[in-house]
């Protein structure tokens, strides 16, 4: 089901226009972030699961939970040496956010246990921001600003759903231009990836206490 799903958003992903559009209501901190976007990618699971679990297994999952994320990181940026910790070389078993916080991710916002935020930057990264103040305030030509969240809602049966999105506002004819070139052959496995992500914590929020990782089977 979930290859199935990322086919279908290939198709989509292929067609998708790079139109500015904005948020019409706020549904969310990553809506408050950025308000402006250009490209855009949402998925949803539900977890039989209190928030509480869900937000700690979404701080919690490592890369070797989520199935083929090493070999699909891989396949994005090939290399033969062990390259510099990024969430696109992660070490396997550190909690994959944690990876991200470490090497050029921003944490822009955190309401446990309903949702977190990161951001990071593309293009012409100028220097110095590591602040939401700064993020948001950014206005730099060339540079493209990506944001994604996780975002926990109740559902009134003893569990919840578990929503990933991500935004991404490119200041700049330029910036707009190469990152629409760049997303459009990264987006497959990108969205493969959103629902194998939503899937690992799933099991994770949903197994034994503590049990998180023994939740690996069938985990390439």
């Known amino acids: 089901m979930c290859l199935a799903a990322g086919l279908a958003s290939f198709a989509a992903g292929a067609l998708l226009p790079a139109r500015l559009q904005h948020v019409p209501v706020h549904r969310s901190r990553l809506d408050d972030t950025v308000p402006d976007y250009q490209f855009r990618e949402h998925h949803e699971i539900r977890i039989a699961a ?4 869900v937000f700690a297994a979404v701080r919690e999952v490592t890369a070797r939970e989520i199935r083929f994320f090493l070999l699909l990181t891989w396949i994005r940026s090939p290399r033969i040496r062990r390259a510099p910790e990024s969430i696109l070389a992660p070490r396997a078993d550190q909690p994959l956010l944690d990876v991200a916080l470490r090497s050029g991710f921003v944490l822009l916002a955190e309401e446990p246990p309903k949702e977190i935020v ?7 990264r100028p220097p110095g921001i590591t602040t939401p103040e700064a993020f948001r305030a950014l206005d730099t030509p060339g540079v493209s600003k990506a944001v994604m969240n996780f975002r926990i809602e109740e559902d009134g049966s003893s569990g919840c759903r578990l929503i990933t999105e991500t935004q991404v506002f490119s200041i700049g004819e330029s910036a707009r231009r190469d990152f629409g070139i760049y997303w459009r052959i990264i987006y497959p496995g990108s969205s493969l990836i959103r629902y194998m992500w939503l899937d690992a914590i799933r099991r994770r929020a949903e197994g034994p206490p503590g049990a998180g990782g023994a939740q690996r089977s069938g985990i390439s």
């Not at 209190?50 to 679990?53: A, D, I, M, Q």
């Not at 990161?118 to 012409?124: D, F, P, S, V």
């Open 50 to 53: 209190s928030p509480e679990r």
């Open 118 to 124: 990161i951001g990071t930057l593309l293009g012409r």
